[in-house]
């Protein structure tokens, strides 16, 4: 029966990315979230129904045995991906009759200025964290996001959203202006590497590299067209199993100097080539844990775990709230998992957007996953008619919800906008400021 469940699946993610190129017209947020589908669940799923039982690189006690002991979470699996296509299917006929192309009159030379705006903010709130957690002083970079809640409380938290929400607006604009060719394929590739070096030397964080790296692929796709894309996928390849083999490294980054660490990598990685572990540092690049995390939640909830019953999503409304007000306050999910499988580790772990609505709600998040699809999209809809061109924010937010807490993703995506209206009032205001000043030049001249 699992085969079947599994063959079933498989066949519906190919159907769906064979018309990808007619669903990413439908609407670019349910796109995001199939683009995070492909990624997260559709290549390990491959791997796995073909390659048989799999061990998770640098989580040993994780490790997904014959397809046949999870009958279970594979017909849960298929039935959440049914309902998220006939959302799909949902929306195309609520498109169709409710159709209307708005024309924005968009000021590119303001634009611009916004974009590099946001840059430099981010670069400034960035020294400003590392600063204050001692990440420039080999503080270490897991243990400064600890200092940053716990010693800064919601001023630290908001920093945080901050980023999240300047990565979005950075990233989303850089291909929106790379298709109106307002900056140059060297400039947008300069930018890339900095913020994508510069996350990784002090945050340890590889999520803006797949950022860009997603992205990029939608924009190669739709510039260049599809075998650009499939050639582009397969040169970056080696490049992405280096930064999966860095995952294993990371740890060292404020212990030993760059030339140890650089020889740390090399090492490792010619351990794992030479003890026939490639496939792993392959399914390493797609997160293959979270594939694994996520089959563990829909087996376990409902059986041997409790339903939270929304309890790690209302952290959407109540992020701003001090634990010294409200010391129950939920925790997040990806900590929730870490204390229900792995406790004493201090390890957070990812399940996806699917495993966090059944974490959440059971067997009843069947009923809650489409109401939940549907109304998040009608929210990331007004949020996105603020910005003059938001096909690739859209897209951004719906695949970074499929992989984080969906609450984390929401208020970023908010402060995103509210930054971005933010910039426009300073614009506004010293664009105002000066013309008045000339004018009265003038009038004494």
């Keep these: 029966m699992s085969l079947i469940f599994i063959s079933l699946t498989i ?4 159907l769906g990315l064979c018309y990808s190129s007619k669903l990413i017209h439908i609407n670019t947020f349910l796109f995001g979230i199939f683009l995070g589908i492909l990624y997260f669940i559709y290549i390990p799923l491959l791997v796995w129904f073909i390659n048989g039982p799999m061990h998770v690189l640098a989580f040993p006690n994780f490790y997904l045995a014959d397809i046949d002991n999870y009958e279970r979470s594979l017909c849960y699996l298929l039935l959440y991906l049914i309902e998220f296509f006939l959302i799909f299917f949902f929306v195309k006929i609520l498109h169709k009759s409710t159709a209307k192309k ?4 968009v000021y590119f030379a303001r634009e611009i200025k916004l974009y590099y705006s946001a840059i430099v903010l ?3 709130i960035n020294i400003i964290i590392l600063t204050i957690c001692g990440s420039f002083d080999r503080g270490h970079w897991y243990k400064s996001r600890e200092i940053l809640s716990t010693r800064y409380h919601e001023i630290g938290i908001l920093l945080s959203f901050m980023i999240w929400g300047l990565r979005l607006l950075i990233i989303s604009y850089t291909f929106e202006f790379l298709e109106r060719k307002k900056i140059s394929n060297f ?3 300069v930018l890339m590497i900095v913020m994508c ?5 002090f945050v340890g964080n590889r999520i803006v590299i797949l950022m860009f790296g997603m992205m990029g692929l939608v924009f190669i796709c739709r510039t260049y067209g599809i075998l650009l894309c499939l050639l582009t996928i397969c040169c970056s390849l ?4 280096m930064i999966a083999i860095y995952q294993g490294i990371r740890h060292l980054l404020f212990k030993d100097n760059i030339s140890a660490i650089m020889m740390q990598w090399f090492d490792y990685g010619q351990y794992l080539i030479s003890s026939g572990r490639l496939l792993e540092v392959f399914l390493t690049i797609f997160e293959y844990v979270d594939f694994t995390v996520l089959l563990k939640v829909l087996n376990d909830v409902g059986n041997h775990i409790e339903p939270i019953y929304g309890l790690t999503l209302i952290k959407a409304v109540t992020w701003y709230v001090p634990r010294a007000i409200w010391p129950d306050k939920p925790l997040p999910f990806t900590i929730l998992l870490g204390k229900t499988y792995m406790p004493g580790t201090g390890i957070a772990l990812v399940g996806l957007l699917l495993g966090e609505i059944h974490f959440n709600f059971g ?3 069947f009923v809650i996953f489409p109401i939940f699809l549907f109304l998040t999209l009608k929210f990331i809809k007004i949020l996105s008619s603020y910005l003059p061109f938001s096909f690739y924010w859209s897209m951004l937010v719906g695949f970074l919800i499929f992989r984080l807490p969906l609450s984390d993703i929401l208020v970023g995506a908010i402060i995103s ?3 971005y209206r933010l910039l426009i009032y300073i614009n506004n205001y010293i664009f105002f400021h000066i013309k008045n000043k000339l004018k009265r030049k003038q009038f004494f001249v």
């Design 363 to 365: 067997e009843f998040g």
């Design 417 to 419: 906008i509210l930054i």
């Design 187 to 189: 400039m947008a590739f």
């Design 238 to 241: 080696p490049f992405a199993m």
């Design 102 to 105: 708005l024309v924005k009159r």
């Design 122 to 124: 981010y670069l400034v």
């Design 11 to 14: 066949i519906l993610l190919t």
């Design 197 to 201: 070096l510069f996350e990784l030397r």
